[in-house]
């Protein structure tokens, strides 16, 4: 390739410089870095990390909302997350391959908007314990259900406090602004006890979202 780029330029230009030299090396590094990165890409893509045909086993045709109510399936996909060598993987190899995975979808402009958010998501991804951590939430049945009857006292109490508290004859900007504060402090207490609750399982991933921040 080298010898046909010179046979050219001799033809087309001027005589053989020290600067085309420079930049045909720098076209070479680059090609050479993008081939580098391709295999890097492809090494992600061929790390083991498919635990359906053990899920399959279990009866489950696919993973669903259904199938991750199974604990068997949460242990397999557990398993899966810690035996993965995804923390081996190359991050900006792992990130092209999430952004070719999101490619067309409402989480790729997500991340075009918020780099920020696909960087969390490369470390994430590398952690051993961060996703693992995280479906373990789905283990605990009953806790995810005390949260989801708490959720629905706190919308029914901010809707009977809104009631009560804001006037009708306030001006449409007060009552907007009263309502938007009185949700946000529910929600802030929502997402309170959530954490408080689910504290061992979401610490991996919090600590790890502290890092950028």
């Known amino acids: 390739m080298k010898y046909l780029f010179l046979i050219l330029l001799s033809l087309t230009g001027p005589a053989w410089s020290e600067g085309d030299e420079e930049m045909l090396h720098e076209l070479e590094d680059q090609k050479a870095e993008q081939t580098a990165l391709v295999n890097r890409i492809e090494e992600a893509k061929n790390i083991q990390l498919n635990p359906i045909e053990e899920i399959q086993k279990l009866g489950h045709k696919t993973i669903d909302a259904a199938t991750l109510m199974d604990d068997r399936v949460v242990d397999i996909l557990q398993k899966a997350m810690r035996t993965t060598d995804l923390h081996k993987a190359d991050p900006k190899a792992l990130r092209e391959m999430?952004?070719?995975?999101?490619?067309g979808k409402p989480l790729e402009k997500i991340f075009k908007k918020?780099?920020?958010l696909l960087d969390i998501s490369v470390d994430i991804f590398r952690d051993k314990e961060a996703i693992a951590s995280l479906?373990?939430?789905?283990?605990r049945k009953d806790d995810l259900k005390t949260y989801g009857l708490i959720c629905i006292?706190?919308?029914?109490?901010?809707w009977l406090i809104k009631k009560k508290l804001i006037d009708k004859d306030w001006?449409?900007?007060?009552?907007?602004?009263?309502?938007?504060?009185?949700?946000?402090?529910?929600?802030?207490?929502s997402l309170g006890y959530f954490y408080k609750t689910f504290e061992?399982?979401?610490g991996p991933t919090?600590?790890?979202?502290?890092?950028?921040?």
Do not use: N
């Open 98 to 103: 999430i952004l070719t995975q999101v490619e």
């Open 114 to 116: 918020y780099p920020k």
């Open 135 to 139: 479906i373990g939430i789905l283990k």
């Open 153 to 158: 006292g706190i919308m029914i109490f901010g």
């Open 171 to 189: 001006p449409l900007f007060k009552r907007l602004g009263a309502s938007f504060i009185i949700s946000l402090g529910l929600s802030i207490a």
């Open 200 to 202: 061992a399982e979401l």
């Open 206 to 213: 919090v600590r790890i979202i502290s890092k950028h921040f």
